[in-house]
């Protein structure tokens, strides 16, 4: 048995035998407003923040780690992966479904004692602020092991990509797709751009000196 909780905006009647509904006395010319002050998902606003997501952008007024909670807030309720298939938004389903874990992550550290203790015991006596690059080192594990991760990128010792391939040495397809798309959207490659561009970097990573010579080249 499956119990649903349907919230209206208006006095509805519903009948057992139909799948369909009447809305008794509605004013449409009120439903926006009436949406706004009801606990209705907003697709307009999540279809924006999507866009600026998209563009590695952030809302105006926000900080990065503000416009990730409130952009998981907004979709949290939704099943976020059909909703960017069915609206032709998988494009850059992985960048968004970060977001939402980083979202997740950060609301959930505002309130958790433990996490707050292990960030201050590293030297963070507010919570770190994240961006589109640190928060693709996000995966589905235990909060505390997230923020190993990221912190480890702060201290400048590796790259995103190689944190993610020595902490988790067998990677999922999905999270190898997620890795991919990262790398053409920063670079803004095609695919066949990218099989040249993965070939010399795996040898640039495999050869200390020459991944010396680059980064001396590069300062």
Known sequence: MVKLKITTISSLILSPRTEKALYKGVD????????????????????????????NEIMPGLSFNEFAIAFYQEVKLVPLSRYLKTNNRAKRMPKIMTMKKAG??????????????????????EIPELDYKTMMLLRRL????????????????KTV??????????????E?????????????????????????????????????AIRKLTR
């Open 28 to 55: 449409f010319k009120n439903i926006k407003k009436d949406i706004k002050n009801s606990n209705i998902v907003n697709f307009e606003k999540i279809n924006n923040m999507i866009d600026l997501i998209e563009k």
């Open 104 to 125: 997740e992550l950060l609301l959930f550290t505002k309130t958790d004692d433990e996490t707050l203790s292990f960030l201050k015991r590293k030297g963070y006596n």
């Open 142 to 157: 235990d909060p505390i092991d997230n923020w190993k991760k990221i912190l480890a990128f702060f201290d400048g010792d």
């Open 161 to 174: 990509e190689e944190i993610n391939l020595s902490t988790k040495p067998i990677l999922f397809p999905q």
């Open 176 to 212: 190898i797709k997620k890795l991919e798309e990262f790398i053409k959207d920063e670079l803004s490659i095609d695919d066949e751009e990218f099989e040249k561009f993965m070939k010399l970097s795996s040898l640039a990573i495999k050869n200390k000196e020459l991944t010396k």
